[in-house]
């Protein structure tokens, strides 16, 4: 396994936790959440097991809950908040040259399948804006991204997308020379992983770290 210290991660959902993703930001995980599934604590979050694992440092949980990776968005959400302008915004303000990151991690697509966003093509160059609603050519986009902005980018795909949003990532993340992680069998209750599925979700990122 390569050496990781300072990690940054691009989620929705399944990696927020109050208190610990930017100001403002939707969460779906807190300490004060009554309803199923009940995460107990952010020492039981997924990428919080993880890191502590493996000691290195998360500088920026950049994750939105109810966020799409492409710019059909929930029309609750901005469109400020797709994985496209979150990595765009981030570059542009030089985040990414004014710290040091070695990893990124990528997990998304689950809204983009629920809120049954257009699929479109896969593209790697020259995306106009009506590619970049469309699933895979955003997904392309944000790895492209990712690449020009950290070394080593790694991405996690959710079970129970539609099939060709996966084979699409799979097919994209291939293409880029990109690490990927699909998820097999996560214990989940209302499409959300519970404490046994974060557990799930750290223990298989942590096995395909260590076949690296």
């Not at 989620?11 to 009940?38: A, H, K, L, V």
């Not at 604590?41 to 809950?65: C, H, P, Q």
């Not at 214990?187 to 979700?201: N, V, Y």
């Amino acid at each position: 396994m390569r050496d990781i210290n300072n990690v940054v991660i691009m989620g929705d959902s399944y990696s927020t936790y109050q208190g610990y993703i930017p100001e403002g930001y939707r969460f779906y995980y807190s300490d004060e959440r009554t309803d199923n599934p009940i995460v107990k604590g952010v020492e039981k979050t997924w990428w919080n097991m993880l890191a502590n694992e493996n000691k290195f440092n998360i500088i920026l949980n950049d994750s939105y809950s109810g966020s799409t990776i492409c710019n059909t968005v929930r029309e609750i959400l901005p469109l400020e908040s797709s994985f496209v302008n979150r990595i765009d915004r981030y570059i542009t303000n030089h985040f990414f040259a004014e710290n040091k990151i070695d990893t990124m991690f990528i997990f998304g697509g689950t809204n983009d399948s629920w809120i049954n966003a257009p699929v479109g093509n896969l593209k790697y160059s020259g995306w106009t804006a009506d590619e970049l609603k469309c699933v895979l050519p955003a997904f392309c986009y944000v790895i492209h991204q990712a690449k020009i902005a950290v070394d080593n980018v790694i991405v996690i795909i959710n079970c129970g997308l539609k099939e060709e949003i996966t084979n699409g990532f799979i097919e994209a993340c291939k293409k880029f020379d990109v690490k990927y992680l699909h998820l097999e069998k996560i214990d989940k209750q209302h499409g959300h992983p519970t404490e046994l599925g974060m557990k799930q979700i750290s223990e298989q990122v942590m096995a395909c770290l260590q076949k690296n």
